[in-house]
T-cell receptor
């Protein structure tokens, strides 16, 4: 069935270093891949998204890459800062099923 | 522009009772989605409403139901509450019908079943 796998489940990086979170999806019909950041006690906030007609998208320190052949996509955060500490979720939209499937989340901690 | 709002913030019920959670989408958004986020787990899709109709539902029992009103706000009802229903319930809205349109989330309602 439809599935999105996300790795790692926890990630700790030194402030200023880069963080990479990877996701794979199962349905080749997926064509929309958003990333959400969830801080403690809050709802998920969209930080960046990519559609299947694009291989890479960048917004300041955040970038997302998509490999449709391999069915995986990744989030890259450069020059990490303490405020980047949160849980990050990837997702894949299966338009034929009209719903978004979320990964299990990555808890990112930035060490000072 | 106001974001997605949800009420109440917290809700405490006992097993067997019914819970009603409410959501107001971003102005102009017609689609509302409900998700369950159990502690330490990811988001599980519950329901999707658009233009007042249920468009899709996730793998949840029928005691999870809801509706969408003419002003596009939505209500999630959970009947015969069980302990494992304790979770953060998130509502999201999108501008246009369909799963490939960006969903914007509210802050959630924390439901605790005792």
């Amino acid at each position: 069935g439809e599935n999105v796998e996300q790795h790692p489940s926890t990630l700790s990086v030194q402030e200023g270093d880069s963080a990479v979170i990877k996701c794979t999806y199962s349905d080749s019909a997926s064509n929309y891949f958003p990333w959400y950041k969830q801080e403690l006690g809050k709802g998920p906030q969209l930080i960046i998204d990519i559609r299947s007609n694009v291989g890479e998208k960048k917004d300041q320190r955040i970038a997302v890459t998509l490999n449709k052949t391999a069915k995986h996509f990744s989030l890259h955060i450069t020059e990490t800062q303490p405020e980047d500490s949160a849980v990050y979720f990837c997702a894949a939209a299966y338009s034929s099923a009209s719903k978004i499937i979320f990964g299990s989340g990555t808890r990112l901690s930035i060490r000072p | 522009e106001a974001g997605v709002t949800q009420s109440p913030t917290h809700l405490i019920k006992t097993r067997g009772q019914q819970a009603t959670l409410r959501c107001s989408p971003i102005s102009g958004h017609t689609s509302v989605y409900w998700y369950q986020q159990a502690l330490g787990l990811g988001l599980q899709f519950l329901l999707w409403y658009d233009e007042g109709e249920e468009r899709n539902r996730g793998n949840f029992p029928p005691r999870f139901s809801g509706r969408q009103f003419p002003n596009y706000s939505s209500e999630l009802n959970v009947n015969a509450l069980e302990l494992e229903d304790s979770a953060l319930y998130l509502c999201a809205s999108s501008l246009v019908q369909g799963s490939t349109d960006t969903q914007y989330f509210g802050p959630g309602t924390r439901l605790t079943v005792l």
